[in-house]
T-cell receptor
Framework: DTGVSQDPRHKITKRGQNVTFRCDPI?????LYWYRQTLGQGPEFLTY????????KSRLLSDRFSAERPKGSFSTLEIQRTEQGDSAMYLC??????????????FGPGTRLLVL | DAKTTQPTSMDCAEGRAANLPCNHS???????VYWYRQIHSQGPQYIIH???NNETNEMASLIITEDRKSSTLILPHATLRDTAVYYC?????????????FGQGTTLQVKP
């Protein structure tokens, strides 16, 4: 257990429905990342926050995806009008940048989404 | 960030050392080498990282060549629970984003 938690762990939904995932990072970590992982592939970066500011978004993050991190604590990732191609594992990671720019990300267990 | 090349798969006998290579020939001076592993259906787990010196922790050792163009992750006494996909990632020390760029990794199978 890294201290990063994600909820739910599994989600099955029908195409066209909206889903929301939550990530609770390690408490003192000011950076929070979302990644997506499809079967047989390595995780792919989606977006990241420093405190409450969303500083970078991948081109993978279509306009159906939105992420928030109110008050710089937990984060939510919402997918609207889900498509079968959204089926994947959604991973959250948190980190704190140390001296010299070193930063180690710790991952949560992931939320596995299946869109029928 | 520099690209890494790893073998697709490797086998190791239980109790023996597992040596996982990684090539990163375009690495620059401010880039670290990070290793993560992912056991089936779990989130990636941080193992170790280094800049230019060899590093050791309770999980593994990291050997970086003098020219920093390649590295080897060593699991000294592999167990069945070490069966996983191992990712070697090169990431800049500074800069605005700390995002990790994962490749395909090496699938390590530890056999009894």
């Amino acid at each position: 257990d890294t201290g990063v938690s994600q909820d739910p762990r599994h989600k099955i939904t029908k195409r066209g429905q909206n889903v929301t995932f939550r990530c609770d990072p390690i408490s003192e970590h000011n950076r929070l990342y979302w990644y997506r992982q499809t079967l047989g592939q390595g995780p792919e970066f989606l977006t990241y926050f420093q405190n409450e500011a969303q500083l970078e978004k991948s081109r993978l993050l279509s306009d159906r995806f939105s992420a928030e991190r109110p008050k710089g604590s937990f984060s939510t990732l919402e997918i609207q009008r889900t498509e079968q191609g959204d089926s994947a594992m959604y991973l959250c990671a948190s980190s704190i940048r140390g001296r010299g720019g070193q930063e180690t990300q710790y991952f949560g267990p992931g939320t596995r989404l299946l869109v029928l | 960030d520099a690209k890494t090349t790893q073998p697709t798969s490797m086998d190791c006998a239980e109790g023996r050392a597992a040596n996982l290579p990684c090539n990163h020939s375009t690495i620059s001076g401010n880039e670290y080498v990070y290793w993560y592993r992912q056991i089936h259906s779990q989130g990636p787990q941080y193992i170790i990282h280094g800049l230019k010196n060899n590093e050791t922790n309770e999980m593994a050792s990291l050997i970086i060549t003098e020219d920093r163009k390649s590295s080897t992750l060593i699991l000294p006494h592999a167990t069945l629970r070490d069966t996983a996909v191992y990712y070697c990632i090169v990431r800049a020390r500074s800069g605005n984003t700390g995002k990790l760029i994962f490749g395909q990794g090496t699938t390590l199978q530890v056999k009894p």
